[in-house]
């Protein structure tokens, strides 16, 4: 398994519409005071127009064109997401035909939030040297929001980032570190969404079929309870992994759920605020396509240079959760 | 990237419920005859209280009981799968919890049909030596079905198999010996299904929304012309890649889509019948879990034995196609 690990481009998309905390209270009872303090968002992206495929679409051609790559030089195509489309075809396929990556094979992964990162495991492990990858994580949470429950419909939003990895040994110097991923599904009851319709003209009604949970629905003690435990731990075990310790990374990727969660996150390691980058406020919760929004943000904001060790966690939906800590 | 593969289990779960092809009539305009004769078809079984978790469960426990494994063994489970019961949790999740895998991380793939191919390239790709996996194809295709719509409604059936496989090699001497992927995004909307919901307060109506496009919709001409002739190119690269020939081959485990398919298929690649096992008639097309149901009753009726080289072939929705190559 090779450890050359090269991101040579990263990019987002967002809907254009911007949704403000102000907004939301012409919908359900909640004030911009009380998300704000509970969550640190202060606005969302939502889909007016734009689709999951679009906006996947739109950061794959910013990737090609930022590093200058002939689409036919793609080999993999994979989109993190748990808000497709169509259930066929998948997002990744619908990408190599936008781009014309001909000799891409692409498909999609469902990790639900911690989709990005165990994208990264999946092309870390996919590419031979000389290759070249496609990891886009891309949402349209808004159609499985309920916009009247105040408990849920505050926190997410839509959005797209990708990364174009390389390993190129003779493009860059970019590496593989190290990493560690989990799986909870005890306690995926916790945070579920999207219930597919289960009918056929030979299926008895059963009272889990009845209950319609298409929208959003999340205890939200448990998963905070889940990420503020798991999220340092996994952690903790990718840099036990790389060798290295929390002081060496120059900045912590974490998933964008919470800025509470991501304070309590940098607590119990000893972070300091510099290594938890958060733009949380603008977008919220944008599951598998937050880490490479804040990610590219990052880079173009120049707050990461060639050589920093980064180390990006993922958590959520399964539940589930994975850090890969990586040289940029 | 280790080549050790061992099948150590395989399994299957089908719907207790089986549909002929003459109750079909009661529904649309069609006949015995005319679907047996355009697709091979005889029966198919339908979920009237399974799930594709409780189907992909069912194949999960049967493959540690064969095994006589602990569940706490298994390092990764991946389920295949088009027609999930939720977008969160993901299926494998939900068998991870099931059968009691603390150890395994798990989650879903979507590349439809071929989604159980793929799967396959991914677990060997994952595996380290003395790691297992859980590769699960599952899918209750029922619920993406219009049961008005003859072109489309007596072709598909539920299902779900699966396999065991573990690279320890002490264990087995099952080996990985090449393998073909490609991806046809730009021949997508020939085979659509699942349409998602994409409606918030703020989106605009579009074509496209409008269509609800939730039963499958497929240009079958398209399709058959893709599999007769993009199945035979990339079997033949996937031997290429093993170096081996096609009457080295035992079995050819084909997605069982549609028979003259499969005859085409056999004809253009000049195998014989005996290397070309079909059991559509019983199931209909399955998606992903079309071969592993096809190789479990292999095994089952010791038609493969140890040391047999076989071809995996899956392909449809993305438009995907995928061969991997495994001495069993």
């Known amino acids: 398994m090779t450890t050359n690990f090269s991101i040579l481009a990263s990019a987002k998309a967002l809907p254009t519409t911007q949704v403000m905390n102000q907004e939301l209270t012409q919908l359900m009872p909640t004030s911009d005071n009380w998300i704000k303090q509970r969550t640190g968002i202060r606005s969302r992206h939502i889909a007016t127009t734009e689709t ?12 090609l064109h930022q590093s200058q790559l ?58 031979q040297p000389g290759q070249t990858a496609l990891l886009i994580g891309s949402e349209t949470l808004s159609r499985l929001v309920d916009w009247h429950d105040r408990s849920t ?56 079929a009845d209950d319609n949970r298409w ?11 889940f990420a503020t435990k798991q999220v340092p731990r996994s952690i903790e075990q990718a840099l036990m992994q790389a060798d290295l310790k929390s002081s060496d990374i120059k900045a912590f990727v974490l998933h964008q759920a919470n800025a509470r969660i991501v ?29 490479p929004i804040l990610f590219a943000e990052m880079v173009a ?17 399964g539940l589930s959760v994975g850090s890969a800590v990586i040289e940029y």
Chains 1, 2 share one sequence.
């Open 52 to 63: 999951t495929t679009s906006l996947a679409v739109s950061v794959a051609q910013q990737l």
């Open 70 to 127: 002939a689409a036919t030089a793609i080999d993999l195509i994979i989109v993190a997401t748990m808000s497709p489309d169509y259930l066929t075809p998948a997002t990744a396929p619908q990408v190599q035909a936008a781009i014309g990556a001909e000799q891409a094979i692409a498909f999609d992964i469902n990790v639900a939030c911690a989709g990005f990162v165990y994208g990264m495991q999946l092309v870390h492990q996919y590419l």
């Open 153 to 208: 419909a505050v926190l997410f939003g839509d959005g797209a980032g990708g990364m174009l990895i390389s390993a190129n040994p003779s493009l860059m110097t970019g590496r593989w570190l190290g990493s560690h991923y989990a799986t909870f599904g005890t306690d995926g009851h916790y945070l579920t969404a999207g219930q597919q319709p289960r009918v056929n003209p030979w299926s008895v009604a059963t009272d889990e």
């Open 215 to 225: 929208a959003f629905q999340m205890n939200g003690r448990r998963v905070y309870d």
């Open 263 to 291: 304070a309590s996150v940098g607590q119990k390691l000893n972070l300091t605020s510099a290594q938890l980058p958060l733009n949380i406020a603008q977008y919220g919760n944008t599951a598998a396509a937050s880490e």
């Open 301 to 317: 904001q120049q707050q990461v240079q060639r050589g920093d060790k980064l180390v990006f966690t993922g958590f959520g939906g």
